[in-house]
């Protein structure tokens, strides 16, 4: 073998280095190898963020064929820290995300393919699952990680704000922002509520009702009590710096300081397929499972933000472990 000098094993090794420090491929080329060779799958799972992560790599430990299809927009994409997750508490989303990523596509059953799912129907060998682009994939079982689509208010820098300085969660967010001037946007027995909770991080709080408002009495006074003050003006502007709040700007042209905002949005589903197998939801919008997250439409589970209030990380992992399991489980019996 010709010797190298030491210029070029340098630049060599360099590049070598430079390979395995790259994280596993977010190309999607890499990423749907074998589509065209491989349609059908043990499981498919739509959504590959946490929940849906966390159910491929149960699956992938248990020895089954995987498919996860994901379009790359979690909910979660503008927060540039996760809290309250050991182990992992500070980092940003995106890295939480990637290691996950890596970890679970290790395993040689799972797959990763880049896309939104839009079609799916009840065959009698399991489901079809038709995307964006075309493709079309069958599984066995299916399981719904899609997440929900937050619908932003419509106040001038409010969606640029979401998730960085208008937040929705105080055990995700709240220490970062204690003892700072808070707000809560919300009205009536749900603007009670978030008040009386964020009370326990700051002393400052001022409950914005964006307009008259409903709250009875009784809350009225409970509030002053606890000197959480109320403004009824309606909102025009959230005055800001890269989404970090600066001050709230009212119709009346008025202005307050601010650093942080609390409140509930409306939400829907983000992806029509539940709907389309049949898949019913609580009275709340969200996809209704059993303690197991067996949806009710048979063969169909689903686990994440899009089942349940608690919009954690944390939560979303242990929801989606437990999924893995217990699909693994139903295609044991069903085989047995």
Not at 199 to 225: C, H, M, P, V, Y
Request: charged share 25%; proline share 2%.
């Amino acid at each position: 073998m010709k010797n190298l000098d030491r210029r070029t094993f340098i630049k060599q090794g360099g590049v070598i280095a430079t390979v395995f420090a790259l994280p596993l491929s977010f190309n999607p080329s890499i990423e749907n190898k074998e589509m065209t060779e491989k349609k059908h799958f043990d499981v498919i799972i739509i959504g590959g963020s946490y929940a849906g992560l966390a159910t491929a790599m149960a699956l992938g430990r248990a020895l089954r064929n995987v498919l996860i299809i994901d379009s790359g927009k979690p909910c979660n994409r503008q927060t540039p820290h996760s809290h309250n997750f050991l182990t992992q508490d500070g980092k940003t989303p995106k890295e939480i995300s990637l290691i996950a990523k890596q970890q679970v596509l290790a395993y040689n059953t799972i797959t990763f393919f880049d896309g939104f799912g839009t079609k799916g129907l009840k065959t009698k060998n399991g489901f079809e699952v038709q995307t964006e682009s075309g493709d079309t994939f069958s599984a066995t079982k299916l399981v719904f990680a899609t997440g929900i689509k937050d619908i932003m208010l419509s106040i001038i820098g409010f969606s640029e704000c979401w998730g960085i300085s208008v937040l929705h969660c105080p055990y995700c967010h709240g220490y970062e922002v204690k003892n700072e001037k808070t707000g809560i946007l919300g009205n009536g027995e749900n603007g009670f509520e978030f008040s009386k909770l964020i009370s326990n991080w700051t002393k400052d709080l001022t409950l914005f009702t964006n307009g008259a408002s409903t709250l009875t009495i009784e809350q009225i006074a409970r509030l002053e009590k606890h000197d959480i003050k109320i403004v009824e003006k309606e909102i025009e502007e959230l005055e800001h710096i890269n989404g970090n709040l600066k001050k709230i700007i009212f119709k009346d042209g008025t202005k307050t300081s601010i650093k942080a905002i609390y409140t509930r949005l409306p939400f829907e589903q983000n992806c029509s397929i539940s709907e389309q197998l049949g898949c019913e939801l609580t009275e709340d919008g969200y996809l209704k499972v059993d303690a197991f997250q067996k949806t009710t439409t048979k063969g169909v589970f689903a686990c994440g933000d899009n089942v349940t209030r608690m919009r954690t990380v944390a939560n979303a992992i242990a929801m989606g472990t437990t999924t893995g399991m217990t699909v693994n489980k139903e295609l044991v019996e069903e085989s047995f």
